[in-house]
């Protein structure tokens, strides 16, 4: 069947809305007709060099409905609402312990473009060959051909078109303080970034009834929605010369666990010493190739810090994705504050405001 789809043709963008082909869902796939897809930061990594073949569809953060399955998917039906999220295996270590964020083929089921198994791609244009796949669904297209092992289905009343970041930006952020921190009820914490993933790790934390939440984050509209979502308190670091002394003086001494969602090696140092004994340092972001820990050895050791870096919050969606959505029926997770909508055909626009800040979580809707 023809869809309508974003493809990135080279390094650096832009995003060309033009007509493809999807071939029929076979074994365990899903096709999708795509209601919303969120804009996230790997998207953009993607389209400007990060290892994946051209041309392709990007896209990871889909919802939509269920249009057609595959001979092997007995547990779905046609129109039921889904939200889409990361690939795995289902059969490796780590997959059956319940990880399967760090799923042994991670890399390939959810950035070689091609279904691993043949080598093929469900997408085309005439004779060429248009990747997709990525992260197992390629959701910038009015239609996706996704995996029932990366598809959980929805509750019909939900509002299905802002739901897709739940499948991977909110579901790291939140996931990050709720699953990979363990953020106990009480506990304190510092996030470092008040993006898409460091503002859905307040969300997380406050679903989880923490205590005090500091959010560092030099955007001043940014700090003023974190204090909206229930932050503690906000810090600018541009306006602040020394974040480390105010947070030990906010918190009275140390917060329990830090969250880090910039990436930046000198912001890591930071996040380091704000923990207290038996204090855990969360790390999301891609940092650059060359990035060093600048961390003190000996003050970890006196202090027992454990650092962690985290993929997709630890999460395993068919679990998680359902939990986040059960927090915002009951007004405790309010996600939807966090987006700003754009129609499909305006992805670029909505790309440069990921880029430029002037939107949190851009979603793109059909």
Same mark, same amino acid.
């Given at each position: 069947?023809?869809?309508?789809?974003?493809?990135?043709?080279?390094?650096?963008?832009? @995003?060309?809305?033009?007509?493809?082909?999807?071939?029929?869902?076979?074994?365990?796939?899903?096709?999708?007709?795509?209601?919303?897809?969120?804009?996230?930061?790997?998207?953009?990594?993607?389209?400007? #060099? /990060?290892? $994946?073949?051209?041309?392709?569809?990007?896209?990871?953060?889909?919802?939509? $409905?269920?249009?057609?399955?595959?001979?092997?998917?007995? %547990? *779905?039906? $046609?129109?039921?609402?889904?939200?889409?999220? /990361?690939?795995?295996?289902?059969?490796?270590?780590?997959? %059956?312990?319940?990880?399967?964020?760090?799923?042994?083929?991670? *890399? #390939?089921?959810?950035?070689?473009?091609?279904? *691993?198994?043949?080598?093929?791609?469900?997408?085309?244009? =005439?004779?060429?060959?248009?990747?997709?796949?990525?992260?197992?669904?390629?959701? @910038?297209?009015?239609?996706?051909?996704?995996?029932?092992?990366?598809?959980?289905?929805?509750?019909?009343?939900?509002?299905?078109?802002?739901?897709?970041? *739940?499948?991977?930006? $909110?579901?790291?952020?939140? =996931?990050?303080?709720?699953?990979?921190?363990?953020?106990?009820?009480?506990?304190?914490?510092?996030? /470092? =970034?008040? #993006?898409?993933?460091?503002?859905?790790?307040?969300?997380?934390?406050?679903?989880?009834?923490?205590?005090?939440?500091?959010?560092?984050?030099?955007?001043?509209?940014?700090?003023?929605?974190?204090?909206?979502?229930?932050?503690?308190?906000?810090?600018?670091?541009?306006? %602040?010369?020394?974040?480390?002394?105010?947070?030990?003086?906010?918190?009275?001494?140390?917060?329990?666990?830090?969250?880090?969602?910039?990436?930046?090696?000198?912001?890591?140092? !930071?996040?380091?010493?704000?923990?207290?004994?038996?204090?855990?340092?969360?790390?999301?972001?891609?940092?650059?190739?060359?990035?060093?820990?600048?961390?003190?050895?000996?003050?970890?050791?006196?202090?027992?810090?454990? !650092?962690?870096?985290?993929?997709?919050?630890?999460?395993?969606?068919?679990?998680?994705?359902?939990?986040?959505?059960?927090?915002?029926?009951?007004?405790?997770?309010?996600? %939807?504050?966090?987006?700003?909508?754009?129609?499909?055909?305006?992805?670029?626009?909505?790309?440069?405001?990921?880029?430029?800040?002037?939107?949190?979580?851009?979603?793109?809707? /059909?």
């Amino acid at each position: 069947m023809k869809a309508t789809a974003a493809l990135v043709r080279a390094i650096g963008g832009p @995003f060309t809305i033009e007509d493809i082909e999807l071939a029929e869902p076979r074994g365990s796939e899903v096709r999708i007709r795509m209601v919303g897809v969120g804009m996230c930061h790997t998207d953009l990594v993607a389209r400007d #060099g /990060f290892p $994946v073949p051209l041309p392709i569809v990007l896209g990871h953060e889909g919802s939509g $409905v269920v249009d057609a399955l595959g001979p092997d998917v007995t %547990d *779905l039906e $046609v129109g039921d609402h889904v939200v889409l999220s /990361f690939d795995s295996c289902a059969a490796c270590p780590t997959c %059956d312990e319940g990880l399967p964020a760090y799923c042994h083929q991670f *890399l #390939g089921k959810n950035f070689a473009g091609v279904r *691993l198994e043949d080598g093929t791609s469900p997408l085309s244009q =005439g004779a060429e060959t248009i990747h997709g796949n990525f992260f197992g669904q390629s959701s @910038f297209a009015s239609y996706a051909i996704a995996h029932r092992r990366n598809t959980v289905k929805v509750d019909k009343a939900l509002p299905l078109d802002i739901l897709g970041p *739940l499948g991977c930006g $909110v579901q790291t952020g939140a =996931g990050a303080a709720v699953i990979s921190l363990d953020l106990k009820p009480g506990q304190s914490l510092a996030i /470092f =970034g008040g #993006g898409a993933v460091g503002l859905s790790a307040l969300l997380g934390a406050r679903a989880m009834d923490a205590g005090m939440v500091i959010v560092v984050e030099p955007n001043a509209e940014r700090r003023a929605l974190a204090l909206e979502l229930g932050a503690s308190h906000v810090i600018d670091p541009v306006a %602040d010369s020394d974040v480390l002394a105010t947070i030990k003086d906010l918190s009275g001494g140390a917060v329990n666990h830090a969250l880090d969602t910039t990436g930046i090696p000198s912001v890591v140092g !930071i996040a380091v010493e704000t923990t207290g004994p038996h204090g855990t340092v969360g790390l999301v972001a891609v940092p650059p190739p060359e990035a060093m820990l600048p961390a003190s050895m000996m003050s970890m050791l006196m202090r027992g810090t454990t !650092i962690k870096y985290i993929t997709e919050g630890d999460a395993d969606p068919q679990v998680f994705i359902p939990q986040m959505i059960g927090w915002y029926q009951d007004g405790k997770f309010p996600f %939807d504050r966090l987006v700003t909508k754009f129609a499909f055909d305006q992805i670029n626009e909505a790309a440069k405001a990921s880029e430029d800040g002037s939107a949190i979580k851009p979603v793109l809707v /059909f």
